[in-house]
């Protein structure tokens, strides 16, 4: 069980800060029963890839856990797993598994026709990204990943990536690797990292050795926009044409929103910034911000129909004393919205000191859930940095003070080793709204404050009866699940969203596969006498933590019917839109050029 990272030379002074993200944790559907109670957790302390249950699972979905293993692809000492983001990536209706690396490229792990339950023998890992190797080493490029958004980007019905790299491609976990490692050259605005992929879909087999493949779309984010040090990518779509926009969150430097403008077999994006007025400060209007982006997630905070954005900044306090951001969307729809992103501008405004949410500690992943089933949203995310028994704050107050020219060299930063401490004492934010409508952090009052640095959140019904538990993966700790116990809960409307499949019907409900494959991009409005609400299917996004595939909404009170208008785009990349009238519950629905309801496993 090891406690810190081996590291190239360069960094062994500063081993620790290296070692301060990696761990992962995702939850969703496993088994193709129709609930969402696998997980797929990243355990820094053994470097493993783990695949398990939550402990809410029945007996029909458990299995044996099991480590994922890439032979015979090439692997070596000197790469470490980052994240494991769950989704349909052959589109067979088998749920698949996408790793992330530091010293690698990402790894496919895809589900076989044959398999009966989730084993290592279940899975074919497929390289991501092509490469060669004649003798059983690896010579692709050393991405060092910390992020990955899996969406319908250019609307032709099947998933694409954008993987986020933070240091550059370098030999970062390698002990005898070339000095060819950096850091950043600027703690506002730094450009020199590993940055930021786009893969579009190519084409894919289902079967017993399934395949998938994508092209790297360069330039589709602007290069002056995609060499940032990327911890957190997110999407949703602000327009209404089916296309998600992505936030990506970056470490010492701007973050960005990207509007899409991107059509079938070829993605695109341009940047939107706010407009700054004489009472903003220039760190919160987006795009200018110098803060230090860890996380970010999509939700409609203030339940308008429109979405907001929750982003993670260090916001220690005696420490950098930032800000997280509330970004609370100002347009009044979607048509002025896209009018706006079109035209460069970006109307969100900064709001998270006004909802309580500015300060927490040294911020990382974020997602935003109704736990209650109330209507109202809990904002959870995870905190703390390098865990010891000397406090480090001053050396790296005195680094935050230093002239940008020295940054890029590690031998100028302060040494932060095991023993030292930074943040170390945080522990989880859990944000619920109070009677006034301000959130306040519960953390203390749940027992959720476990001082140990966290990292990763996932979220899920796990026991398939409405109800939202969640999952932690903590840096050099053992991960955690947190069961919904709460006594006093409202009506729920969950949604499981499916397209057909590539096999269509045939083995529904055999095996692995589930009803059909997630509706990527799908985007479901919700209009009760509590006002109308908007959320999305998330097919991954965050930082390293990933919830489930169900589209959920809490009623309270609520019993009679709601009406839902439902938009996504068919396996075609035809776009549809539909509204009906639907009870309190959960329901299946397959996507087809209509929304029809159907029975889950």
């Known amino acids: 069980m090891n406690t810190v990272r081996t590291v190239n030379p360069a960094y062994e002074k500063l081993r620790s800060w290296v070692s301060s993200v990696g761990a992962g944790i995702a939850i969703n559907d496993l088994t193709g029963h129709g609930r969402a109670d696998g997980m797929c957790i990243v355990d820094t302390r053994t470097d493993q890839v783990v695949v398990t249950y939550t402990p809410t699972a029945p007996p029909a979905d458990r299995f044996t856990p099991f480590v994922l293993d890439a032979a015979p692809l090439p692997m070596d000492s000197a790469m470490a797993p980052t994240g494991c983001t769950p989704g349909d990536y052959n589109g067979d209706g088998r749920t698949d598994l996408l790793v992330s690396y530091w010293g690698r490229t990402p790894i496919a792990f895809l589900a076989k026709s044959s398999a009966t339950t989730p084993s290592q023998a279940a899975y074919v890992p497929r390289e991501v990204v092509p490469s060669q190797s004649i003798d059983g080493r690896y010579h692709g490029p050393r991405w060092n990943t910390d992020a990955v958004y899996v969406g319908d980007l250019d609307g032709s019905g099947h998933p694409s990536l954008v993987i986020g790299n933070y240091f550059p491609d370098s030999d970062v976990l390698d002990p005898n690797g070339l000095d060819n490692v950096a850091m950043n050259d600027s703690l506002s605005s730094s450009k020199n ?10 084409g894919a087999t289902a079967g017993t050795e399934p395949t998938v493949s994508f092209v790297e779309e360069r330039g589709a984010i602007p290069y002056g926009l995609s060499t940032g040090w990327t911890l957190a990518i ?10 998600h926009e992505l936030y990506v969150a970056n470490d010492f430097g701007h973050d960005h929103l990207l509007y899409n403008r991107s059509e079938p077999g070829r993605i695109r994006f341009t940047e939107a910034k706010g407009k700054r007025t004489s009472t903003v400060p220039k760190s919160f209007v987006l795009g200018n911000g110098s803060f230090k982006g860890m996380g970010v997630d999509f939700a409609d905070v203030d339940h308008n129909g429109s979405f907001d954005m929750m982003v993670s900044n260090i916001t ?11 970004w609370i969307n100002k347009a009044k729809d979607t048509e002025e919205m896209r009018r706006k992103l079109d035209a460069g501008e970006a109307p969100f405004e900064q709001e998270a000191q006004e909802h309580g949410v500015a300060w927490s500690g040294w911020g990382w992943d974020t997602k935003m859930a109704d736990f209650l089933n109330s209507g109202e949203l809990s904002i959870l995310q995870t905190t703390g ?14 680094m935050a003070m230093t002239n940008d020219n020295l940054l890029s060299n590690p031998a100028m930063w302060p040494n932060v080793q095991p023993g030292d401490d930074i943040a170390g004492d945080d522990h989880l934010a859990f944000y619920a709204k109070n009677a006034s409508g301000t959130y306040v952090n519960v953390s203390e009052r749940l027992g959720l404050d476990v001082k140990i640095p966290t990292r990763a959140l996932a979220t899920g019904d796990t026991t398939g009866t409405g109800v939202l538990d969640f999952a932690v993966a903590r840096q050099w700790g053992p991960p955690a699940f947190y069961a919904n116990t709460s006594p006093q809960r409202g009506n729920h409307l969950e949604l499981k969203l499916y397209r057909p499949s590539v096999e269509g019907d045939r083995g529904t409900g055999e095996g692995l596969k589930n009803t059909g494959t997630p509706a990527y991009g799908a985007t479901v409005k919700v209009t009760s006498a509590a006002g109308t609400r908007v959320s999305q299917l998330d097919g991954g996004g965050g930082h390293s933590g990933f919830r489930s595939f169900d589209v959920h909404f809490g009623l309270g009170p609520q019993q009679e019917p709601v009406t839902v208008e439902i938009s996504w785009r068919d396996t075609n990349g035809e776009r549809h839109r539909t509204t009906k009238e639907l009870s309190p519950g959960t329901h299946a629905l397959m996507l087809t050029d209509d929304a029809q309801e159907v029975a889950s496993r």
């Open 193 to 202: 990292a590993g940055g930021d992929h786009v893969l579009r879909w190519a």
């Open 234 to 243: 997110s999407g949703a779509d602000l327009t209404g044409d089916g296309l």
């Open 316 to 326: 220690a306090a005696w420490g950098l004393e930032e800000s997280n951001f509330l």
């Open 385 to 398: 940095f390098v865990k010891g028994d000397i406090n480090r704050w001053p050396w790296l107050q005195e």
